[in-house]
Each structure stands twice: as C-alpha cells, then as structure tokens.
C-alpha cells in the first residue's frame, strides 16, 4: 500500500490549496478515504472524510464551508480542495486508508 500526497506549500491567509493523494496497493473504489492533519505541537486530528462511491462526505466543524473533499476512482487519487484559509490551518496534512495506513504527509503554511 503507498499513499503520496502533494500540493501543499506556503500560502497568504484567504488564499487557497488543492492537495491530492495517490493510492496503490489496494482496491481504492471500495474503500472509504480520510483527510487528517497535524499541527505543530497539537494532535493529529481528522479533517474530512469521504465513503468508497464519494456520495457521502463528513467535515471537521473547524473547516466546514470552506474545504471540500472530493475523490476520483479512475485516477485512485483523493482531494482536498482548501478555501479561504487560515493561519490556523497551518499543518502537514496527511491521507488515511483503513486503520494502518497513511502518507507521509504535505505541509501548509497559511502566513503573509
């Protein structure tokens, strides 16, 4: 199983990010998939989460309306389009597979 995230980077407060997760390894359409992300000194924390056909989706109240998970079967990558952001977004965001498995992360930097 590997999963590889991108897209983060520095970026000014009310700006926007799109990270995405590649999987392999495993049947990715079948299974549900988890943003989580981790702020310096905090515990990490789940952000959003989306079922296996992408019909249903749930959101950390911290960022509701404002990111939206999102998935392609076809590219077996997950999305985390992020709008309007905060410094106190700033964190490495990590992708989740069942109870074992996570990326390594990408990091976000909200600052001006």
């Known amino acids: 199983v590997q999963l590889v995230e991108s897209g983060g980077g520095l970026v000014q407060p009310g700006g926007s990010l799109r990270l995405s997760c590649a999987a392999s390894?495993?049947?990715?359409?079948?299974?549900?998939m988890r943003w989580y992300r981790q702020a310096p000194g905090k515990e990490r924390e789940l952000v959003a989460a989306?079922?296996?056909?992408?019909?249903?989706?749930n959101y950390a109240n911290s960022v509701k309306g404002r990111f939206t998970i999102s998935r392609d079967n076809a590219k077996n990558t997950v999305y985390l389009q992020m709008n309007s952001l905060k410094p106190e977004d700033t964190a490495v965001y990590y992708c989740r597979w069942g109870m074992n498995y996570w990326g390594k992360g990408t990091l976000v930097t909200v600052s001006s």
């Open positions: 390894g495993f049947t990715f359409s079948s299974y549900a």
């Open positions: 989306i079922t296996s056909d992408g019909g249903n989706t």
